[in-house]
Each structure stands twice: as structure tokens, then as C-alpha cells.
């Protein structure tokens, strides 16, 4: 499968803990972004990464951060977890901005993260 | 700043009715607007683009820039259009990238 690939699927962690999810873009693609997606809220952008560069940043909490490797695959870390992090965390890949591609971003199927 | 909204989270409508499902963007630049579809079990895709003003699985959205409106249509439901839609306005963040902003979603529950 040459689409975005997420892992864990699925993490059960306790509060206070540090997680890593791992999302590996669509070959080609240099952009990635993370969402996070939770049932009030819906899909919240937290950060987007060009060829290794942060390039913009949502709503990410401080206890958050992430980086876009050479390979171009991409690690969120979450760190003193909160109850309230509980979410399904997207990962997307795209192509190149201008075109008829524009705007379409490729979406892993998720990482859903627990918190006890 | 940008924002997209959607303000039903979820809509019921039987099979062969019409379904409009809303969206209202606030953008001071010239917008350009995305559908995405979530069916179950499956990843977040997209179904259709306002520059193209294509016709996707049936569905069309007119982009109403004086009603800052991309309402997504389809004349008559089917059972396997229910899914959950999510509205998306995307911005140029310079240098070959861009940025997609999401609405909360509606779901679409189509009643056989």
C-alpha cells in the first residue's frame, strides 16, 4: 500500500505518560500535516510540515510537538498526557501546491489514542 | 482568520430525498473550497472541489461567494451516502504548501 500508513492504530496510555505516533506520507508527497479529531470538536489542524520545515501551526497544545524527518515520514509526540487527549489523531500527506491537486489532502486511517 | 462552519452535526433524511448539507466559510482572500467524505471504516477522502464544478457520486456544491456559502447537494439520497462530510477551506501558506481548514462535520444518516 503506497497511501499515508499510521502507527499504533490503536494506544491505551495513562495520564502523565509520553507517546510517539508515527505516520509515514504517500511516496512523493512532502507536505505532512496532523489533525486531531474528537467528537465536540471535529478535526482540529495542529501542525503541517514541508520537506522537513514547519510550516504552519493549529492548535497544538505546548505539551505537543513534532518533527518531519529526512525520509519525510513524520513523529507527533505527546507528552504528560490528560484525559482530555483522548482522540483519533490523522495524519495527511500532499503533493505539491498548484494544479488541478491542489487541496487534496491523503489521509492515514488514524491513530486512536486512549488516556486512563 | 479563516473559518469554516457546519452548523448541523448530524442530518437524517429518507432514501430518495433531497439532501443539503451547509457550509459557511469567513475568509478575507478569494476561497477555495473542499468537500471531504469520511464513510465508515474507511479514511477521509475527497469528494469534490469548487474549481471544478464537477458532479461527484451525484453530489454538486455551488460556491456563493455573496452568501460565503458551499452548500453540498444531492437531489435524491441513497443509503450509502450516509457518511460523515466535513467542509474544508484551503489557504496558500507560501512556497508550495497550503493549509486545509476543516469544518466540524455533519453526519449524514439516510434512512431506507
Known amino acids: 500500500d503506497s497511501g499515508v500508513t499510521q502507527t499504533p492504530k490503536h494506544l491505551i496510555t495513562a495520564t502523565g505518560q509520553r507517546v510517539t505516533l508515527r505516520c509515514s506520507p504517500r511516496?512523493?508527497?512532502?507536505?505532512v500535516y496532523w489533525y486531531q479529531q474528537s467528537l465536540d470538536q471535529g478535526l482540529q489542524f495542529l501542525i503541517q510540515y514541508y520537506n522537513g520545515e514547519e510550516r504552519a501551526k493549529g492548535n497544538i497544545l505546548e505539551r505537543f510537538s513534532a518533527q518531519q524527518f529526512p525520509d519525510l515520514h513524520s513523529e507527533l509526540n505527546l507528552s504528560s498526557l490528560e484525559l482530555g487527549d483522548s482522540a483519533l489523531y490523522f495524519c495527511?500527506?500532499?503533493?505539491?501546491?498548484?494544479?488541478?491537486?491542489?487541496?487534496?489532502?491523503?489521509f492515514g486511517e488514524g491513530s486512536r489514542l486512549t488516556v486512563l | 482568520a479563516q473559518r469554516v462552519t457546519q452548523p448541523e452535526k448530524l442530518l437524517s433524511v429518507f432514501k430518495g430525498a433531497p439532501v443539503e448539507l451547509k457550509c459557511n466559510y469567513s475568509y478575507s482572500g478569494s476561497p477555495e473550497l473542499f468537500w471531504y467524505v469520511q464513510y465508515s471504516r474507511q479514511r477521509l477522502q475527497l469528494l469534490l472541489r469548487h474549481i471544478s464544478r464537477e458532479s461527484i457520486k451525484g453530489f454538486t456544491a455551488d460556491l456563493n461567494k455573496g452568501e460565503t456559502s458551499f452548500h453540498l447537494k444531492k437531489p435524491f439520497a441513497q443509503e450509502e451516502d450516509s457518511a460523515m462530510y466535513y467542509c474544508?477551506?484551503?489557504?496558500?501558506?507560501?512556497?508550495?504548501?497550503?493549509?486545509?481548514?476543516f469544518g466540524k462535520g455533519t453526519k449524514l444518516s439516510v434512512i431506507p
Open positions: 511516496s512523493g508527497d512532502l507536505s
Open positions: 474544508a477551506l484551503i489557504v496558500g501558506i507560501g512556497a508550495g504548501s497550503y493549509q486545509l481548514t
Open positions: 495527511a500527506s500532499s503533493p505539491i501546491s498548484g494544479g488541478s491537486r491542489t487541496g487534496e489532502l491523503f
